[in-house]
């Protein structure tokens, strides 16, 4: 079974810096995009970043230039380096992924899902 795994969320006050990870395992054979999302109270959930297998990234107009995301295809791992935070940047966020992978129902594309993790920023 595919998951996705997340670390690196905290407590920071304003202006500094967290990095989050997500690992994915499983049966898998190859991932292509990937991306971060945030989902702040009594919002929908928004795309912060997200990187394609072959690296082109693309952001949210509001992180341009503090938030820098990266993946390691060997390691199966996408980050998400957030600096220069703002209390506004506080959410939970969370890991995206379509992997092609061997599932229960068989061989196909799938969006996977982390389980979340808490960044908030204090002013």
């Known amino acids: 079974q595919v998951q996705l795994v997340e670390s690196g969320g905290g407590l920071v006050q304003a202006g500094g810096s967290l990095r989050l990870s997500c690992a994915a395992s499983?049966?898998?054979?190859?991932?292509?995009?990937m991306g971060w999302y945030c989902q702040a109270p009594g919002k929908q959930r928004e795309l912060v970043a997200g990187?394609?297998?072959?690296?082109?990234?693309k952001y949210a107009d509001s992180v341009k230039g503090r938030f820098t995301i990266s993946r390691d295809n060997a390691k199966n791992t996408v980050y998400l380096q957030m600096n220069s935070l703002k209390p506004e940047d506080t959410a939970v966020y969370y890991c995206n992924a379509a992997i092609f992978a061997f599932e229960r129902t068989g061989w196909g594309t799938r969006e996977y899902w982390g389980q979340g993790t808490q960044v908030t920023v204090s002013s």
């Open positions: 499983g049966s898998i054979v190859s991932i292509n995009d």
């Open positions: 990187i394609t297998q072959g690296g082109s990234t």
